[in-house]
């Protein structure tokens, strides 16, 4: 695998694994899930932005966010907006962060209609460079099916180019 791109498999029809190697240190990699001041800049895929990004990043707390539609080019998701709430099980810095992720609304009620998350994100120090794992553990085939259907994998991929980008910048 080389850097800027995403390896994809599927383990028992109901866990997505991606791999991904950032050309930056993994403390640094790390550092950009925890801080808010530094998801603000990449989390989401092109043309979303993050005006609401709440942390308390420690196992039980939670991380509270609305992703927001900025780009007049994506017609009718221009404006959307899209809340999640992510609640912190795991955490062993600089190398794990396991966490469920929900749907949610502006207030943090979980949205039981869309299926949750097990996500569990690997930072593995490349002597330099970090291989970040992504196992994301839904409850059927047909849950991962109903995100992977909503361009799950797309949204990955622009949000992590994102990231990339701003390592780039900030190291």
């Known amino acids: 695998m080389s850097i800027n791109e995403i390896s994809s498999r599927v383990e028992n029809d109901r866990v997505l694994v991606l791999e991904r190697i950032f050309d930056a240190p993994r403390d640094l990699v790390f550092k950009m899930f925890k801080e808010p001041e530094h998801l603000k800049h990449w989390w989401g895929p092109n043309g979303w932005e993050l005006p609401v990004c709440h942390i308390d990043f420690r196992p039980g707390g939670v991380w509270h966010f609305c992703m927001k539609c900025m780009d007049q ?4 998701y221009y404006g959307m907006e899209s809340w999640g709430k992510a609640i912190y099980k795991d955490i062993i810095e600089p190398e794990t962060i396991i966490y469920t992720d929900y749907f949610s609304d502006a207030e943090g009620r979980i949205d039981e209609n869309m299926p949750s998350t097990e996500v569990t994100l690997e930072f ?25 259907d909503m361009g799950m994998l797309q949204g990955i991929t622009e949000t992590w180019n994102r990231l990339e980008e701003h390592l780039n910048e900030i190291k």
């Open 73 to 76: 080019n994506q017609g009718d």
């Open 124 to 148: 593995i120090d490349l002597d330099g460079k970090t291989k970040l794992i992504n196992r994301a553990e839904y409850v059927s085939a047909e849950a991962l099916k109903t995100v992977m």
